[in-house]
């Protein structure tokens, strides 16, 4: 039985049988101890069931009856008057009864010398066991002990099957069983979390991989703990699962994530590195409608694709309609996947003026993808294609080499050109990369770097307190790089992100020129960021000036540059250039006196539609 793989319970009871058998009269019995000190019947076929029922579960210890003795003590133990031994005081009224007045117990070892079961014989005489009965125990201890430790064997082989080394947590197979295993009968009653270490890569590339490894020990020691008493694994790589069956977190699958996030992201030591980890949640409900387990699987495995994509270091719960969210997703990733290969990527320039003389002091490089039929969209209409980082980082490369090889071009002309700002997505940041791209891309054009500037939106540098983008754009200030933050004021930064995360430049959103009006509290805030951005040596540019009266507002409180459609939509290169060629701020000019008291302005036509935000051939005109 032991050697074709019978169950250990059935092989013990067999033998107990068999014993029974050759030694009438006698009753038999085979326990198992834990590793944690306790007793489990595996078999006793003659002995009443109150009797198991009572040691199941009971500590052993040296006074114990017969066996949790034998157990203690590690060797055999007899008890020749179960009536008057103090031993069995607690069990003895459940044996009497029955006829039993003598237990004759031997523990059973393992190869280590541990005792982990107990051999037993009941007698109905006040006895000590004899010679033959002696010698069929010695053979059963035996045999005891090989199917024991077989089972342990099996027992450890699935363990480890279903259990991951590095974190001790059920992996991917444990996972999947669990998952089988739910009941699918009363919506509401389980929920499912998949959490997504954020840039264990990287992580591994910067500090090495034991670093990493301590890391995912410790990230996943969080998890388990904020979860209990529901249960934790680890599915592989840098992904883990969590089962929520306690009613509270189930009903609070927001609080209930917010509770792992903040648990993991307490920064901690790995590899002699301080490190602040980070994760993204995806989870989804067992809910009406709702066929098997498997389908809420697949719903959380798309709220944590559609996490990754929005902004990873947050939590996003299912809803019916995301999947058509991720589906318009990916065709625009493919889109503009295709776009680069077929070279219809664009750079459109819009100009940065002094807002006192209107020359031209610098242009922002604006990505435009033209269709297949010659439509020309702006970066907005497939901005979703830059959460994909593949896709992210060729559109990146795309626009570096198309902007130095313009910025070549106006210098080759005389043009007193002064710098271009070019727009980094979240997902460049995580290359590790992106100087060496940068360099690389003006390097090949020989065009010094004192002409570029870095653009970074207010949502990609502050919106998720990710510690990379800021370690990037130190790096990138450390090499002699300018970084302007764009759309500052759209909710995310506040002056005191000034001092923490210094910059060069503050674009201040179109939403605070907008309102700009003599008297007004829009105007009352940026005068007083003016002034604080004066004292912290940072140029500032307004963004969004459409009306003659903003850009006066805006001289008159001390404001230099603009940009807005008043001087002009974002335009082709060679329209680009035919304003650089007439408005370009010659070197050494600070000032230029305005005709008739009013600045020029470089203006395009507005009947263009907004999303085009491209001139046509005579859409370009100069008023005075």
């Excluded at 010695?138 to 342990?152: G, K, N, P, V």
């Excluded at 003389?357 to 604006?366: D, K, P, S």
């Excluded at 970084?483 to 430049?505: E, R």
């Excluded at 006066?552 to 329209?575: F, I, K, T």
Aim: net charge negative.
């Amino acid at each position: 039985m032991i050697a074709t793989g019978v169950s250990l319970e059935a092989t013990v009871d067999r033998l107990c049988v068999e014993l029974e058998h050759l030694l009438p009269g006698i009753a038999c019995s085979v326990l198992r101890v834990k590793d944690n000190g306790t007793l489990y019947p595996l078999a006793a076929p003659s002995l009443p069931q109150n009797f198991s029922d009572l040691i199941d579960g009971l500590m052993i210890g040296p006074n114990v009856g017969s066996c949790g003795s034998a157990a203690y003590l590690g060797e055999a133990v007899v008890v020749t008057d179960i009536g008057n031994d103090a031993r069995w005081s607690a069990f003895r009224d459940h044996l009497l009864p029955h006829g039993f007045q003598a237990c004759w117990s031997v523990p059973i070892f393992n190869t280590d010398g541990t005792v982990f079961g107990t051999f037993a014989l009941y007698f109905k005489q006040k006895r000590m066991p004899r010679a033959r009965e002696k010698q069929l125990v010695s053979a059963s201890i035996h045999l005891c002990a090989i199917a024991l430790e077989r089972h342990d064997r099996v027992i450890e082989r699935e363990r480890r099957a279903s259990i991951d080394g590095l974190t001790e947590l059920p992996n991917r197979s444990g996972f999947d069983l669990a998952l089988s295993r739910l009941s699918c009968e009363q919506p509401g009653t389980w929920a499912l979390l998949l959490v997504d270490l954020d840039n264990l890569k990287m992580i591994n590339d910067t500090f090495g991989h034991q670093a990493g490894d301590e890391l995912l020990q410790s990230v996943a020691q969080r998890i388990r703990t904020s979860v209990l008493p529901d249960h934790a694994f680890r599915l592989g790589g840098d992904e883990f699962a969590v089962i929520l069956q306690e009613a509270e977190a189930v009903a609070d699958l927001s609080g209930t994530a917010a509770k792992i996030l903040d648990a993991i992201g307490v920064v901690t030591s790995c590899g002699g590195h301080r490190i602040q980890p980070r994760a993204t949640i995806g989870g989804a409900a067992f809910s009406p409608g709702d066929p098997d387990a498997e389908t809420v699987h697949r719903h959380a495995d798309f709220a944590l694709y559609h996490a990754k994509e929005i902004g990873r270091g947050g939590f996003v719960r299912y809803w019916p309609g995301i999947g058509t969210a991720i589906k318009h997703r990916i065709e625009v990733i493919q889109d503009v996947d295709v776009a680069l290969d077929e070279g219809r990527i664009e750079a459109h320039y819009q100009p940065l003026v002094r807002i006192n003389t209107g020359e031209i002091i610098g242009m922002e490089a604006l990505c435009r993808l033209r269709k297949p039929d010659g439509h020309l969209v702006s970066a907005g209409a497939f901005h979703q294609a830059t959460t994909d980082v593949d896709v992210a980082a060729k559109l990146t490369e795309g626009m570096l080499a198309l902007v130095a090889a313009d910025v070549r071009s106006w210098l080759d002309r005389g043009i007193p050109f002064q710098h271009v700002g070019i727009n980094i997505s979240s997902a460049d940041f995580h290359s590790g990369t992106l100087y060496d791209r940068i360099k690389n891309a003006f390097g090949r054009e020989n065009v010094p770097l004192k002409h570029v500037v870095i653009e970074v939106t207010e949502s990609v540098y502050l919106g998720h307190e990710d510690p990379i983008v800021a370690q990037e754009i130190e790096a990138l200030r450390g090499h002699g790089l300018r970084v302007a933050l764009d759309d500052f004021g759209t909710g995310y930064a506040s002056l005191t992100h000034l001092l923490t995360v210094p910059v060069d430049i503050l674009k201040i959103d179109r939403s605070f020129v907008s309102e700009l009006r003599q008297g007004e509290r829009g105007l009352a805030i940026i005068a007083g960021l003016l002034g604080i951005a004066r004292k912290l040596d940072i140029r500032v540019v307004a963004e969004g000036i459409e009306t003659e009266e903003q850009a006066l507002l805006l001289d008159e409180n001390g404001c230099e540059l603009g940009q807005g459609y008043l001087y002009s939509r974002a335009v082709s290169r060679d329209d680009a250039t035919e304003l650089l060629l007439k408005y370009a701020q010659q070197s050494g000019t600070d000032t230029v006196q305005p005709k008739c008291g009013m600045p020029p302005r470089v203006i395009t036509d507005r009947t263009i539609p907004e999303d085009e935000e491209a001139l046509g051939e005579n859409g370009l005109r100069a008023v005075s």
